[in-house]
C-alpha cells in the first residue's frame, strides 16, 4: 500500500478518470475516441487504484467476476447489435435516420454534434467500451494476482 | 561481434528509410503512370466515405462510421481478439500456479 498522500489522490483522480473515459466512449460518433479508447482509458483508472491500495485492500471493491462478466456482457452485446440488423445484412445500421433512438436526421456538412445521431454506432460504442474495459481490467487483476505467487 | 553486426544491418535499414523518405522518387515509373509519394492516384473509396459517411450513418466521426459500420465485422474480430488474449492469459496464469503447487 502507498502512503495516504497517494492513496487520497488516486480516489479523487479515480472519479475523474472514469469520468473521462465514459465521456469518451459516450461521444464516440462525435469526438475522436471510441469504445477501444474510452475503455482503455476506464481500465487505467482501475490499474491506478489497485497501484494505490493493494491488491488484497480491492478485493471486494473492484471484483474480478465483475469485470469478467463485463467483459462477456460487452461482447455478446456487440453481437447482438450487429444481428439485430439481419434484416438487410449483417452490421446493418437500422437506426440511423431514422427517428427512433440515437435516429436523429443528419445532413452532410458541418453541425454542432447532436448526441442522438448515429443509429446502432452509440450502442455498439458502449457495448466494446464496457468490453474493453473488463478485458484490460481483468489482465491487470490476473497479472497481479498471480506475480505474488511466483515470486 | 553480434552487437555490431546488429547495429550495422540497423543503420542501413535506417538509411533506406530516411533515402526514400527525403527523395520519394517515381513509383509508378514502369507503368507509365507519375505517382508521387502522398498523392494517391485513386481516391474513390476515400471521396465516398467523406461525402457519404454524415449522410448514411449519421455520425460525424467518419472514422467510427467505418470501424463500426462499413467494416463492423472487422470490429468484431478484434473484440474477439481481445476476449482471447484474456482467455489466454487467465488459463496460461492458471496452469503456471498448478506447477507451483
Known amino acids: 500500500m502507498m502512503s495516504k498522500i497517494v492513496r487520497t489522490q488516486a480516489s479523487f483522480l479515480y472519479t475523474l478518470i472514469l469520468i473521462f473515459g465514459f465521456y469518451i466512449v459516450a461521444h464516440g460518433h462525435l469526438t475522436p475516441g471510441g469504445g477501444f479508447q474510452g475503455g482503455a482509458v476506464i481500465a487505467t483508472g482501475i490499474a491506478l487504484i489497485v497501484v494505490a491500495y493493494k491488491f488484497e485492500n480491492i478485493k471486494g471493491w473492484v471484483k474480478k467476476s465483475m469485470l469478467t462478466t463485463a467483459e462477456s456482457i460487452g461482447l455478446l452485446a456487440f453481437i447482438i447489435t450487429g444481428i439485430s440488423g439481419i434484416g438487410v445484412s449483417f452490421f446493418y445500421n437500422w437506426l440511423a435516420n431514422s427517428g427512433l433512438l440515437f435516429g436523429r436526421v443528419v445532413h452532410y456538412g458541418i453541425n454542432p454534434g447532436y448526441i442522438n445521431t448515429a443509429g446502432t454506432l452509440p450502442i455498439m460504442n458502449l457495448a466494446v467500451g464496457i468490453e474493453v474495459l473488463g478485458g484490460l481490467g481483468v489482465i491487470i487483476m490476473y497479472f497481479l494476482h498471480y506475480a505474488k505467487e511466483v515470486k | ?101
Open chain 2, 1 to 101: 561481434m553480434r552487437n555490431a553486426l546488429l547495429a550495422i544491418s540497423l543503420l542501413i535499414v535506417f538509411a533506406s528509410l530516411l533515402y526514400v523518405a527525403i527523395n520519394p522518387g517515381d513509383f509508378g515509373a514502369a507503368t507509365g503512370e507519375h505517382l508521387v509519394f502522398g498523392e494517391p492516384k485513386y481516391s474513390d473509396m476515400d471521396d465516398y466515405f467523406i461525402h457519404n459517411g454524415q449522410n448514411q450513418t449519421g455520425a460525424n466521426n467518419i472514422v467510427t462510421s467505418i470501424v463500426f459500420d462499413y467494416r463492423g465485422f472487422d470490429t468484431l474480430g478484434e473484440a474477439s481478439v481481445l476476449f482471447t488474449a484474456v482467455l489466454g492469459t487467465g488459463v496460461a496464469l492458471r496452469l503456471l500456479r498448478r506447477d507451483r503447487k
